[in-house]
C-alpha cells in the first residue's frame, strides 16, 4: 500500500493552544472620516453619528465635489493597518 504518514497524537498536541485567562481588554470601536478609503484627517471618534465626525465628513464632501472628480466620502470603522497615520 505504499508509506502511509499517520498522526500520532503526540504530534497533534504539540500544537500551541491559546489560553484565556481571564484578562481579556476589548479595545473601544473608534469610527474615521475617509475619501476614497484614505483617511483623511488624525481625528477619531466613538460612534459614526458623532456631529464633528458629520461636520468633517460634510466637509470633505464639499471639498471632493468643489476641487476633484467627486470621491466617496464616510465614516467608516478604524483598522489599524488601513487608517494609520504616517
Do not use: C
Request: charged fraction near 25%.
Amino acid at each position: 500500500m505504499g508509506n502511509q504518514k499517520s498522526t500520532s497524537l503526540t504530534e497533534a498536541a504539540s500544537v500551541p493552544q491559546q489560553v484565556n485567562n481571564g484578562n481579556t481588554e476589548e479595545k473601544p470601536v473608534i469610527y474615521v472620516v475617509v475619501r476614497e478609503g484614505f483617511r483623511v484627517s488624525d481625528r477619531e471618534y466613538l460612534t459614526p453619528d458623532d456631529p464633528d465626525a458629520i461636520a468633517e465628513m460634510e466637509f470633505w464632501s464639499r471639498i471632493a465635489n468643489n476641487h476633484s472628480y467627486g470621491e466617496l466620502v464616510d465614516i467608516v470603522q478604524y483598522e489599524s493597518k488601513k487608517h494609520r497615520i504616517w
